[in-house]
């Protein structure tokens, strides 16, 4: 019952005209978002961010929330119509939901993918709210070596989940750490590695970073190799699915919801990890999977399902814990900072407004979401068509008026350019952007939780080590940092036997 | 040179830079950390993991992209472009102003991947200048420089 009134007091904050209208300006940028390729909802959120500072906390999470699940129908649309995903989680659409396209099933195909992101998203709010106050209550419990192991297992499983090298990842995580302690060290106030650069003294903003490292460095990418993507000259009818779709597909969307929540709950999880695992899991237990590849739409209802589903369950960590689970929320953790919030188990307690005024405002933003993307798919599909001579200025123009606007410094946007350029490389050289802001954002806290903890065992380290949950967290942390080193050891030593 | 040897070397450097630097503002001990305990650790890690990247890349036998490969056949001219107008733009706008400078930039931009005809690209870069002052200065009071023409 507890819960029910509380979804009903968050209702009557979302519904509130200002809240609703900017519900709707986040679903639809999101959606414009995802279905264009080159920004991702990375990028939007941190462009809309200083736009933000304006508006009250509840307002702002809600509409930089609505950018990132919206983001998720939207890149379905471009992973149908043109083989290419409008964002990262839409990869694996592409498989079966171009190849239904191509046999003039491309409305089934838009239509599943957009009722099957209700349903699920619907699934992982109930998820949302069902973990949301047990998990709080039990991050009560939590002193800082608790943060302090929990945030250190979540970089390291980043690190371990990410896509490509895992030993640049961890890499990448230490750049971040650095780069979070350009500043004055927050207990001392010692200016570090700020080289007499006044600008310095606060830091890097973590919006320039966020829109230099992955909005301005997709666009140099992409004007570089000019890639020009061709729309598939098809009639789209029949949005609603048959039948026949639902019966193929119902047991791919309850599996991809559930799968896509644990998902998203997991650090260094989130939606395109779910997404690609729903996939497989739907491929190996198919009946038929000699269709998967070829058009089965179940190869479209599960993945778009758990990406949906995983962006709800990535709230759980963030609101109850104070722990972002992935880059995306790290990003919406600074802003609710910058708002004065601070996500975690006092969010409940402390602003119990935002945190249902958030969940309700999910609910209604998937409803909106149903809404724009079933009858406004040819309008998209226009959108698509936009030369992208024209979009990149724009999008760049959107980054630096971004920048500009945090403080009023040109200062922000050479910021942004620099880490533009280190994007771009790091692209080139094989580097991922993720670990890095997430370790960024989480540098402070975790520095802060370490010299708390030791500041209260009077400089004992075995602190970390007699509290059970801190203890587990840093073992496992300690794991996988080392793991790629035993593997890294074994090869040269095999190396070694070989050549001898 | 193979890429992940030229970055692991790169990462090395930056390693013992970040090091000395935090030893300047005081390690401290694992007992009493000081401001330098965070960026020295996250050194350390950088730096060893940049050794094991090294020779990783050295011991592995498939051939890897050289630098020069990197860029073969690809506009990295068009980048070069966009980004001195960038760095440009944002050196001179606090004097220029928002206005006059962002229709010199759009002007620009619109004919990198393309060159469509002048008065197309004079008129799209006019209507962007136009709609995002309405948008960011007028409704988001997002304060723009004014530079050389005051609104």
Redesign the interface.
Known sequence: MDILHSLFYGFSICIQPDNLLFCFVGVLVGTLVGVLPGIGPIGAISILL??TF?MSPISAIIMLAGIYYGAMYGGSTTSILVNIPGEAASVVTCLDGYEMAKKGKAGSALGMAAFGSFIAGTLGLIGLVLFAAPLAAFGLKFGPPEYFGVILLGLSLVTYLSHG?V??A??MA??G??LS?IGL?H??A????TFNVMQLWDGIDMVPLAMGLFG?SE??VS????AKPEILKTKIRNLFPTMADWMKAKGAIARGSILGFFMGVLPGGGATIASLLSYSVEKRISKEPETFGKGAIEGVAGPEAANNSATAGAFVPFLTLGIPPNVLMAVLFGALVMHGIRPGPFLLVKHPDVFWGLVSSMYVGNVMLLILNIPLIPLWVQVLRI????L???I??FC??GS??LK?S?FD??VM?TF??IG?LFR????EGAPLILAFVL?PI??LN??QS?ILSK???SVFFVRPISAVAICVALLL?IL??VS?LV??AK?RSAGA | MKLDVLSGIFWLVMAILVCMESARVDVGSFKSPGPGFLPFVAALILGGFGIVLVINAVLKKTRQDSTTNLWKGLGWHKVIIILASLIAYAILLPSVGYLVLTFALMLLLFGIIERPRFWVRLVTALITVLATYLVFYMWLNVQLPKGLIDF
């Open positions: 200083p736009a304006r090298s030993i640049k961890i890499m230490a750049v750490l650095i302690c060290d207990i001392q010692s200016p570090r590695m301005v666009i140099l004007v570089e190799e000019a030369p992208y001579r024209i990149f200025p724009l760049l123009l630096v008026i500009y606007s009023n040109n946007v050479l350019i533009g350029i771009y080139k050289f094989d580097y540098g975790l520095e370490l010299r030791l400089g004992d380290f940092l790629p080193l890294f090869r040269l190396e």
